[in-house]
């Protein structure tokens, strides 16, 4: 049951990203060739500081999953009952937090954006539609918590694809006729609350105890469990913000707002597939949830290991990709030659993405064991470096610099969570899984060097030709690591794993009712 879970939450997690990929690319290419790279940077930016200020969210959303895996385990309705009361109070209260925040801050956004046309009551307003789009989110979207507890995740995929291909959808058909953008946002708003009430009414539906019990109060013990959990991931979670949301800021800041939109567009194609390897990752966080509940660590470091195998399958083949395909991508077939960068920048871009999607694993455990006074540390140290080398940077090396700050931030927090991991959790040493990182990168390095030697001189312009050198840097990505790793027990015991979780199963059929 867990392991068919797993399936259909990877399934429906990796279908909806993949969708989502084809028409995001065609809504920012509408956007970029009818509004403008100044349009795309300054929507980018004011996105960036809503999502530094949802820090106010407190991180309870991680905190009450964690506590709803052993819930759920246990079949506790009211347990159920009494966490999901606590998310819907709180999140009200953050809602309000984040819309008051957002309005003290928007006489000043403007200070952030550099060198821009657009008069300071369009661009107040652009801020106000997001920050009302983001408060009605945490009223509305809470109780997809418990489905992703529940490992029902593919549900939340399915109805969040549909709400974003409508989203997506009109913003073309409204820039194509009308060029307003507000309008736009404010139908993206009415689609997303749709789609929010329409997943709380299912919730009511499936879970009808959540209704019997509203009111049902939470042991104050486990309210402590809570409490306690929120103060250490609420630091962790304000500087993970200030780490993924400061790029653009600080582009559009110290260089200016159509640099920041030029380099949304290449960030767009990487955290797209990014978005696909994240699916994978949120689809096993459940099960893992669930695994780690025993108490067996040298079983988990194992699974670790393997499943970073798993996601070195799968980012090696991305960065390859991104490498040989990002350039002729947007100069032929999306955009125009007017909006390539430098090779550096690509180059800077694809290190970026590996040491991300090459940390996921790391994230995960430390998710699924609760480790969170640990992450608070974590996500300080990373902050900090993130700013410090991105703004020594800047000057001298411009977007490369805030890139390799970035970097540099990522690689202290998998070394940070690593020591945390192994030498904390599961006492074993961390060389083992470090040397699986370190050659995992010099492989995947080697391939995309290799690879765009060889595309580049391949390439002709053209979609067939473009579509060539795709199937050139999948095959043979994916055969050099097949051929590398053909005897290697972590290839041979990822179906040994699966089997055991399918036969480790218990016998629950959900909490419906």
């Known amino acids: 049951m867990r392991l068919k879970s797993a399936f259909k939450n990877s399934f429906f997690g990796v279908l909806g990203q993949v969708v989502l990929i084809l028409v995001g690319f065609f809504c920012q290419r509408t956007m970029n060739l009818l509004m403008g790279a100044e349009l795309v940077g300054m929507n980018g930016v004011i996105s960036n500081v809503i999502a530094i200020l949802s820090v106010s969210e407190l991180g309870i959303s991680t905190a009450v999953v964690y506590n709803l895996y052993a819930a759920i385990s246990a079949q506790d309705k009211r347990q159920i009952a009494g966490l999901m009361n606590l998310y819907r109070k709180a999140y009200i209260v953050f809602a309000l937090v984040i819309f008051g925040l957002g309005v003290s801050v928007m006489p000043f956004i403007h200070l952030i954006l550099k060198e821009v046309t657009f008069s300071l009551g369009y661009i107040r307003l652009v801020f106000f539609l997001w920050l009302v789009r983001t408060s009605l989110s945490y009223l509305l979207s809470y109780k997809r918590s418990i489905l992703i507890a529940d490992q029902r995740e593919y549900l939340v995929s399915i109805v969040t694809l549909i709400m974003n291909v409508l989203n997506y959808s009109s913003t073309i058909l409204i820039l194509q006729c009308t060029r307003n953008y507000t309008l736009a946002l404010g139908i993206n708003i009415a689609v997303e609350a749709a789609c929010n009430l329409w997943i709380s009414s299912y919730v009511n539906r499936k879970y009808p105890f959540l209704v019997q019990h509203r009111k049902e109060p939470l042991e104050q013990t486990i309210v402590g469990k809570v409490i306690d959990n929120i103060k250490n991931i609420f630091v962790m979670r304000l500087f993970s913000k200030l780490l993924l949301s400061t790029d653009n800021i600080i582009i559009s800041g110290m260089i200016n707002t159509v640099t920041a939109g030029l380099y949304a567009n ?123 080398v991105s703004l020594s940077l800047v000057k001298k090396f411009g977007v490369v610099g805030i890139s390799a700050g970035t970097t540099a931030a990522y690689l202290v927090q998998i070394g940070c969570r690593m020591k945390v991991f192994f030498r904390e959790y599961v006492k074993r040493s961390p060389f083992p899984y470090l040397a699986d990182l370190a050659q995992y990168g010099f492989v995947t390095a080697l391939e995309a060097i290799l690879l765009y030697r060889l595309t580049i001189g391949v390439y002709k312009k053209g979609l067939g030709s473009f579509l060539l050198i795709g199937v050139l840097s999948v095959v043979l990505t994916l055969g050099a690591d097949l051929l590398l790793y053909c005897r290697s027990w972590k290839l041979k015991n990822m179906c040994a794993m699966a089997r055991q979780i399918l036969h480790r199963e218990p016998q629950n059929q959900g909490l419906e009712g």
């Not at 990014?274 to 669930?290: D, R």
């Not at 509940?293 to 798993?310: M, W």
């Not at 395909?325 to 090779?343: A, S, V």
């Open 266 to 388: 290449y960030i767009l194609v990487t955290q797209s597939v990014l978005n696909v390897v994240l699916a994978l990752s949120g689809a096993l966080k459940p099960t893992l949830g669930h695994m780690f509940l025993e108490d067996d660590k040298e079983k988990d470091v194992r699974a670790l290991r393997q499943i970073t195998f798993l996601f070195f399958e799968v980012v090696s083949v991305s960065c390859v990709c991104i490498f040989c395909l990002i350039t002729p991508f947007i100069r032929d077939l999306w955009l125009n030659g007017g909006y390539l960068m430098e090779q550096s920048v690509v180059a800077a871009i694809v290190i970026q993405f590996f040491v991300t999607a090459m940390g996921l694993p790391l994230e995960i455990v430390m998710g699924v064991t609760g480790l969170f006074h640990k992450e608070r540390n974590v996500a300080v140290a990373t902050a900090v470096v993130n700013l410090a």
